[in-house]
């Protein structure tokens, strides 16, 4: 189903969010307040530094915010007891440094996360097998992160974070280290996964041309959103 | 993929680095079982001596020294007519160097006492009275003072002849020189001292009786201590100490190897802090990362603890060669113990992995993994 149309119900409420670095010193965040709804497709743009990376990783609960509120589809992140089991199930992170463990294949980089899954070990291994083959990568699969290209390694990377059935994407420049060819590739990949499976997609980028892909644009600065395009027709048909 | 392959994996990452962490503990485990074997060894072997020689009780004063202390051979009149006692025979054992040899075992026996029943001639023949000035030797010693029969030796300043190769059955009476207890007495001018009595009791006494036995002879002759055959050594002040020393010097030794384990394991964190993150942000718990580490240090640990029981067994093997040990004992390298050894090697592991991981578990994902 090709639909950009946000649902209803809300992924991400984020309240007066703050987030401070170095005992205060850095503030990262300065009071956010976002909502994402189920099947959007947020870009979020802003300069260098204007916490971006660190919004992202606040949705990702990779760290815990200094103060105000994180819901997830309605439960308070802050408060949930296992931020591993909502790491592992609802979410796939995809990095701008593609992050695969490098003593890993691509094939056992996809099964990491499923150590957190009751899955079968064999099971595990067909599963990894069919998300590289959809992402392309079919014969790199005993391939160790360093025999393989940038495009590459984030094609792992994104097979990595399906690898648990993720509802939610969030992408924080995955084509930040890419060529321009490498870069439109895994965007299309990206992009399908939100259109054809209806993945909600927050994706941190300087590309305005990837940008206006997005069902909706945010811009920060300074830790601040100063604008947010919610319900800005997307520029893709 | 299993869980055990990424645990064997991460101790891959680095073969030379896990390799001489592995060494490190190997050394302390060999030792271990290199030096508990071989003072086990000694306990069992002088065991297997006195029940070679049919002895049920031994009386003796086991000091600090590893060669009990003399005492008036008139004692032994006070046991002999007790009830349960079916012989005695008196004995002076010396640990000292003969000709070549650094430490020999000197067994003098009283002519007649049934010490002697045990010895089965290889070659030549016992003293012929307890005055002849001749010795038998065991086999090893024999081997050890490369003496034949007809070939004389030189016990203090004595020259005693060799008349007799005889096979006593175990490691320590095949170590020892064995002659008459009155000449031992007279060449090295300890009249009327023994330092041992070796006691046979009549056949179907039971426990209680001896312990009674046992009891009685100590009140008789405070000077020595009854002890039934199997505890004699163990209760030695002597073997303690050896005992003590043997588990000390291989527990500093294994410690040391744990300090190599743990430095391996910290820096195996501190190194992968970004992996870490990594399998924390697609969703591993905290929990799962500690067992990681505890894992791999546990393997760390087992391996070094195998390499250490080969390592252990093969030194031992190549130790009582040496001239200065063969014959006193035979190394006790029972499973238990090499099993033991690698139980202590895959604790220390586990011990050492202890503060690395929870070093790892304290790690925030987004910690390595900005932007
Ligand atoms: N772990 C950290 N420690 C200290 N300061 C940080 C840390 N992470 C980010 N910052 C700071 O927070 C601000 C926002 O960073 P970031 O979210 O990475 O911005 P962006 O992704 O938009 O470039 C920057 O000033 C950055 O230096
Ligand atoms: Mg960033």
Redesign the pocket.
């Known amino acids: 189903m090709a639909t950009t149309n946000a649902g209803d119900e809300c992924v991400f409420e984020a309240i007066a969010l703050k987030k401070e ?2 005992d205060g010193q ?1 503030q ?1 965040l300065r009071g956010v307040d976002l909502r994402i709804h189920t099947g959007e497709f947020v870009a979020i743009v ?10 992202l990783q606040m949705l990702g609960a990779l760290d815990h915010p200094s103060s105000g509120q994180l819901l997830y589809r309605g439960k308070s992140l802050e408060e949930s007891s296992d931020l591993a089991a909502y790491r592992a199930r609802e979410i796939g992170f995809i990095f701008q440094a593609f992050h695969l463990l490098p003593t890993f294949t691509a094939l056992e980089n996809v099964q990491i996360p499923m150590f957190e899954t009751s899955r079968p070990v064999a099971e595990r291994k067909t599963r990894a097998m069919e998300l590289l083959k959809a992402v392309g990568l079919e014969k790199r699969v005993h391939h160790f992160p360093s025999k393989l290209s940038g495009g590459e390694r984030q094609r792992v990377a994104i097979a990595r974070s399906l690898a648990n059935g993720a509802s939610v994407l969030l992408a ?1 420049e995955p084509t930040g280290n890419l060529d321009s060819e490498n870069a439109g590739y895994i965007m299309d990949l990206i992009v399908n996964l939100h259109r054809e499976h209806n993945v909600t997609l927050v994706m ?1 980028t300087h590309d305005m041309g990837i940008a206006h892909r997005a069902t909706r644009v945010i811009a ?1 600065r300074d ?1 601040h959103i100063v604008s947010d395009g919610a319900g800005v027709p997307s520029a893709v048909s | 993929m299993t869980f055990l392959s990424i645990v064997s994996r991460g101790l891959m990452r680095r073969p030379v680095r896990t390799g001489l962490t592995m060494i490190g503990i190997a050394i302390g485990i060999a030792a271990v079982v290199a030096l508990v074997g071989m003072s086990r060894g000694f306990q069992t072997s002088w065991t297997n001596g006195l029940k070679t020689r049919g002895t049920d009780i031994v009386v003796s004063n086991m000091g600090s020294a590893l060669t009990p202390k003399p005492f008036a051979a008139t004692q032994a009149d006070k046991i002999k007519s007790l009830p349960h006692v079916a012989a005695i025979c008196t004995l002076m054992v010396d640990l000292i160097s003969v000709e070549k040899a650094d430490m020999m075992i000197v067994s003098a026996r009283q002519w007649g006492g049934f010490s002697w029943g045990n010895l089965k001639i290889v070659s030549g023949r016992l003293p012929k009275d307890e005055k002849e000035k001749a010795v038998v030797l065991g086999q090893t010693a024999a081997d050890v003072l490369k003496k034949k029969v007809g070939d004389t030796l030189q016990l203090e300043t004595d020259e005693l002849q060799v008349v007799g190769i005889v096979d006593g059955g175990a490691i320590v009476e095949n170590g020892s020189v064995i002659l008459s207890l009155s000449l031992y007495q007279e060449i090295t001018g300890n009249d009327g001292k023994i330092n041992v009595i070796d006691l046979r009791m009549t056949p179907g006494t039971t426990k209680e009786e001896a312990a009674e036995l046992t009891e009685r002879i100590n009140s008789l002759v405070p000077e020595a201590k009854a002890v039934s055959a199997g505890d004699n050594i163990r209760n030695s002040q002597g073997y303690r100490i050896i005992n003590a020393m043997s588990w000390g010097t291989s527990l500093l030794a294994v410690l040391v190897g744990v300090l190599g384990v743990m430095n391996t394991m910290l820096m195996t964190v501190f190194e992968r802090r970004q992996e870490i993150c990594i399998l924390l942000a697609v969703g591993w718990r905290r929990g799962r990362v500690v067992r990681m580490i505890l894992w791999e240090s546990a393997l760390l640990g087992f391996l070094g603890g195998i390499g250490g029981v080969v390592l252990g067994v093969i030194g031992v093997k190549i130790l009582i060669t040496a001239p200065a040990i063969k014959g006193l004992l035979e190394p006790d390298l029972n499973a238990v113990l090499l099993a033991q050894a690698v139980v202590i090697s895959v604790v220390v592991g586990v011990i050492s992995g202890l503060y690395p991981g929870w070093r790892s578990s304290r790690l925030m994902p ?2 390595a993994l ?2």
């Open positions: 670095y170095d850095v990262a802003g300069q260098s530094g204007s916490g971006k990376s660190t919004l924080d941190v920060m830790g | 987004s910690q900005h932007g």
